[in-house]
């Protein structure tokens, strides 16, 4: 089966669009997808690429970009979102538990949707024991785990793996060593993923 990794973070806000449709998308066109949370905050950092600090009509457009989008995939976003999360390497560390034990797709929907159709920030209460309450977790036993030393290790390697596919932005997919960055290059990354099987079967 033809299968796409999908790199992102909480905290990315053209990853909403993408994360809300992608479970139907994937059942849709047979693609298996790998949810691969990392921080893209730390690529950014290091590449002095800061998108919209300081930069109001850049982030105006974006704004307006996602809320021009959102009805084509039936979404309904509150713009803006707060932003930026304040607790964006938490929402991250607790999506890096979530791919170990198998909830991240869950958690992920869930924490998008409470903070751009809710209001309420990814990564900070009530979002967090929210989402994970809604999705059969305990907030207690996830925050927890979450501080354990191999929790961290995880989302730095994840982080480290997303740098060395030269990974510059979120959301962001690969097929291989093959990169497409951004919501829009969805479908992309899954047609040529289509092909490639093709090709090698």
């Known amino acids: 089966m033809p299968q796409i990794d999908f790199w992102y973070s909480i905290g990315s806000t053209y990853t909403y ?3 809300m449709r992608l479970p139907a998308l994937a059942d849709k066109t047979g693609i298996t997808v790998n949810w691969r949370p990392f921080s893209v905050r ?5 590449q002095n690429n800061i998108p919209f600090s300081g930069k109001p009509a850049r982030t105006a457009h974006m704004w307006r970009d996602i809320e021009r989008r959102a ?5 309904s976003p509150k713009i803006p ?3 930026p999360l304040e607790e964006f390497d938490l929402a991250n560390k607790v999506a890096i ?6 909830w991240v797709q869950d ?7 409470r903070w751009f159709e809710q209001g309420a920030p990814a990564g900070s209460e009530p979002n967090l024991s929210a989402s994970l309450r809604a999705i059969g977790q305990d907030p207690d036993r996830v925050l927890a785990a ?3 030393t191999d929790c961290e290790s995880a989302y730095l390697k994840a ?3 997303a740098r060395q596919l030269g990974i510059f932005g979120a959301p962001s997919f690969t097929v291989g060593t093959e990169l497409f960055w951004g919501d829009d290059r969805l479908e992309d990354a899954i047609d040529w993923a289509k092909s490639q099987k093709t090709t090698t079967s």
């Open 81 to 83: 979102a707060s932003y």
């Open 159 to 161: 982080t480290e793996d």
């Open 97 to 102: 538990l979530g791919q170990q034990e198998g």
């Open 42 to 46: 730390a690529i950014m950092i290091e």
């Open 17 to 19: 669009l993408t994360v």
């Open 107 to 113: 958690y992920t929907i869930a924490t998008y949707e």
């Open 71 to 75: 009805p084509r995939y039936g979404l």
């Open 146 to 148: 979450v501080e354990s």
